[in-house]
């Protein structure tokens, strides 16, 4: 089983409906991360979390929440999707300042 | 502020060709750098990465990048490329700067073709 697991894998969605994309790790890590990667811009940080306790925007937190419900798991939040959130979103974990443990993953397409 | 940048957004290489993939970045302090690799449908996966020490580092699947401090780059080589070395490749900086936060800056990323 992948360290990282991120469900679903991929997920078609109508503007203005709420999704949930969910993120699982094994690796015991403390640091979890949600990245957004769009054509041309690389990845960038939406959400980061060092514990269930504490939660921190990145650099692209409008239109996103999040909840840490426990330290394996970290969960991305779209209250009323619109089309330019279509992206791959990444889920990835950190045992410290140092590299990220990235998932497979999640496709996400608004229409 | 900090940022990366991947001059070349997508490189065609021959079988068998030397590969070399740019990475700058713009950092207050020394860096921890890092390059990434994502195959087709796939997450993304360490290459290798720099912290301090020796400015040559090793990698997996043949790749090796090299640290210049005075020209702010952090390259990535490999002398000769597999088919299977297709894939867009990232690089990223973190370390220190990043408030022990542990987040990434992202390159825009270099997209590898490799002709047969």
């Known amino acids: 089983d992948a360290d990282v697991t991120q469900t679903p894998r991929n997920r078609i969605t109508k503007t203005g409906k709420r999704i949930m994309l969910e993120c699982s790790q094994t690796?015991?890590?403390?640091?979890m991360y949600w990245y957004r990667q769009d054509p041309g811009l690389g990845l960038r940080l939406i959400y980061y979390?060092?514990?269930?306790?504490?939660?921190n925007k990145g650099e692209i937190s409008d239109g996103y929440s999040v909840s840490r419900q426990a330290q394996a798991k970290f969960s991305l939040s779209l209250e009323s999707a619109i089309p330019n959130q279509t992206a791959l979103y990444f889920c990835?974990?950190?045992?410290?300042?140092?590299?990220?443990?990235f998932g497979q993953g999640t496709r996400l397409t608004v229409v | 502020a900090q940022s990366v940048t991947q001059p070349d957004i997508h490189i065609t290489v021959s079988e068998g060709a030397s590969l070399e993939l740019r990475c700058n970045y713009s950092?207050?302090?020394?860096?921890?750098l890092f390059w990434y690799v994502q195959s087709p449908g796939q997450g993304l996966q360490l290459l290798l990465k720099y912290f301090s020490g020796d400015t040559l580092v090793q990698g997996i699947k043949g790749f090796e990048a090299e640290f210049k401090r005075s020209q702010s780059s952090f390259n990535l080589r490999k002398p000769s490329v597999h088919w299977s070395d297709a894939a867009e490749y990232f690089c990223a900086v973190g370390g220190p700067f990043s408030s022990n936060t542990g987040k990434l800056i992202f390159g825009q990323g270099t997209t590898l073709q490799v002709k047969p």
């Open positions: 990835a974990t950190s045992p410290g300042n140092t590299e990220a443990f």
């Open positions: 690796k015991g890590h403390d640091r």
């Open positions: 950092y207050g302090a020394t860096p921890y």
């Open positions: 979390s060092f514990d269930v306790k504490d939660i």
